[in-house]
Nanobody
Framework: EVQLQASGGGSVQTGGSLRLSCRVS????????IGWWRRAPGTEREVVSC????????WYGGSVEGRFTISSDNAENTVHLQVSSLKPEDTAVYYC????????????????WGQGTLVTVSS
């Protein structure tokens, strides 16, 4: 059974940082690309970053590029998302998901989803 377990969310002030983690079980990171999505209240899901752990390729959405850093720990089968210089508009539930389509922005391309972790940024 494939499972993704997201963790690391919390409440921070503007400018703060958090480290989100996505522990993957049931598959190895070489089998899938892992994307981080978020959904703010009243909005559609958006993908913010993706990593292809097999070759190290990464992708960032324009709203987070330069502030978020995605990385993988293949030995631990875990993907991390360092979220820094946080703004109130980054407040959302963050999800990790597995896809065979690196950099896809279509949620239908993601086969497996974690349960989400809440990030709240106060001004």
């Amino acid at each position: 059974e494939v499972q993704l377990q997201a963790s690391g969310g919390g409440s921070v002030q503007t400018g703060g940082s958090l480290r989100l983690s996505c522990r993957v079980s049931g598959v190895t990171l070489n089998d899938y690309a892992i994307g981080w999505w978020r959904r703010a209240p009243g909005t559609e899901r958006e993908v913010v970053s993706c990593i292809n752990a097999g070759d190290g390729q990464t992708w960032y959405g324009g709203s987070v590029e330069g502030r978020f850093t995605i990385s993988s720990d293949n030995a631990e089968n875990t993907v991390h998302l360092q979220v820094s210089s946080l703004k109130p508009e980054d407040t959302a539930v963050y999800y990790c998901a597995a896809t065979g389509e690196f950099r896809s922005r279509d949620p239908r391309d993601y086969e497996y989803w974690g349960q989400g972790t809440l990030v709240t940024v106060s001004s």
